[in-house]
């Protein structure tokens, strides 16, 4: 695979070829590995990013997601996010498996790769606009490219070092997770263009037209997809909430009362304007809501933004932070969206202030404006206010709420896990099992919450853990191949080992699942390597029931002393 | 009668570019190099999205600013093009008003040549195959 070496520091660039690895995930672990002393200070110029995109990308439909791995500012580990949109399809046409960015540019920049050329362009002018949708309009009109481009950007979250400041391709998909958007800042680099014009000849054209079809058909015809067709993620918030699996008001709850209001029913109903898709995706699950606000002072004057919603963000914006209705919603995305936050560690952040500042653990003089649940304008202002860190508290707070209630305290009620703000299910034993061995700290990692709504006895701990580690083997192998999650019931086994036949791989299930734990293993190397340390269990999950009752901490101690010693120190 | 690519409603456009990456795919090619068909958002997705291809002029300029005859004009619209007569100069790149035709990487260029190949793929029904008067 031909790989892009791009050095800041000097403004040049050069080419290498890897074997294979797969692809994406794979690739980028064993080139961060090769790239990265591994101790290296996230936000300084050693710190290395892969974007990394797998075979096939152009070849098949719903490969569109692009890994980004690098240093996480935010955890101080390894960070790896996963964005759809363009990205994949650029790189891929632009003839790259990956584009590895090192060094630190002197002053801002941005960077266009189109195929095998790279330009270092000035972004002086542009440095300091808040609003990661300006920034992106204002590339986007001066570059060539259309349609076959991919923008990544920051917006002034990233500028200003946010540890979950987020990368954004194409106006609504996100590097969102583990702060590379703070990674971008520190490096002087305000977005990386990519234009990519080309693709590879297959080995078996008729084969790859069959597959191509029977791939096709199987995501449009059978229920696979069904989920992501229709209501899209957000059709999980009645059923979590049924089932008190809704973390709501910083998990004090797990049924918010309103549910039915923000439902992704509702917004279905009454909000969505739109869909679209990521390049090669029939699916188009990006779902776009249409919020009409009134001028405050004048009548008779309307703005109408297009926003796009998903599950986490109504539980990191809404439920998280009692917020009930779907323009309060829609509107506090939309603040995080333009100024390039991860919607996810953003709630988390502020569900934990507002908690701290009712317990006096913190006072007003600390959050300049009033924080309390449900109220929407207050929680505009704090964002505005992790962007432009005016006091001690905000530049704390922008470090994510690990470092926060290190600080002030309430580690009890601080919802991180390994350092990374918790995602929205609170279901059981293997979700929160799932957040602490995940290798990302994410629900993506191997699905615990999904176990948790199937269990009915719980099987001993070390059960779990197992079942928890070889899906997310499995998921090695589907983000290798850069395989939209949502698209795992279609890449079967069986279905890749064809897909691959079809483009002169020999490669049979066996292979890929033994692939799946070699990546998992070296990904955890890395990690140790970067300083892994047992991550904490914070206290509010064993106090707050879910549909199991309340957890026990015993059980989850068990589980993560043996996911220790076997997979960590094993 | 002969056919040509059209669409039903673009409105309907979701972006995914199945359509252009069929268009490779007909030529054993995974990518977009030799796709005569682009998916471009509407200057950001928020606007939507829409694909550029051609529309099949009666009176094509491409091919009157051919030097080569590799364009020539079809029965239906739009051009039969003959690669191997094609020596890149683009002049039909700039000659064309929508952008419909494309430059690939060797030099040559992909355009529409309304074989409907696409529309087997489209999976939000923006495009089919319309019989025209020759």
Redesign the interface.
Known sequence: MKILKIDLSNYSYEFEEIDDWIGGTGLAVRILRKEMNPSVDPLSEDNVIVFAVGPFT??Y?MASKTVAMFKSPLTGNLGESHAGG?TA?AI??AGYGAIVIKGRSHKPIYVVVE?DRVYFRDARVIWGIADS?VI??II?EREKG???RTVMRIGGAGEKLVRYACVTT???RHFGRLGLGAVFGSKNLLALVVI???????KD?KL??EV?REI?DLA?KSDAMKKYHLIGTPVNVKPLNLIRALPTRNLRSTTFEVADEVSGEAFAEHNLG?????????I?C?H?ATLRLPYEEEPYFYRT??ISYDYELIYSLGSMLGVGSREGILRLIHKVESLGLDAMSTGVCLAWATEALERGLIDESDTIVKLEFGNVNSYIQAIEYIYEQPNKFYEILAQGVERASEVYGGKEFALSFGGNEMPGYHAGYATHIGYLIGLRHSHLDNAGYSLDQKIDVYPEPEEIVDKLVKEECWRQVLSSLVVCFFARGVYKPEVVSRAFKA?GYDVDEDELVKAGERIYREKLKLKVEMGFEKPRIPERILETECMHGKLDRGYIERALEYWWDRYVEG | MPKRLVTVDLEKC?????C??AC??RF???????SGI????L???????TV?FCRACEDPPCVQVCPTNALRKRRGGGVIYREEICIGCKNCVQACTIGAI????DGKIAVCIHCGYCVD?C??GVLAMKEVKA
């Open positions: 152009p070849a439909p363009r399809f891929a046409n195929n949708l992106a309009r986007a259309r349609g076959m194409e106006t609504y990519g014009r080309g693709g590879f000849k297959v054209p790859y037209r191509y096709y449009l739109r869909r679209i898709a990521c390049s090669h995706c029939p188009a990006i776009l933004i297009m483009l | 979701v972006g995914c570019g199945l252009t990456l490779s795919r054993g090619l995974a990518g977009n190099d030799y682009l998916s471009v958002s200057s950001g997705f928020e606007r939507g999205a550029i494309f430059e690939r990487s793929f999976p939000h």
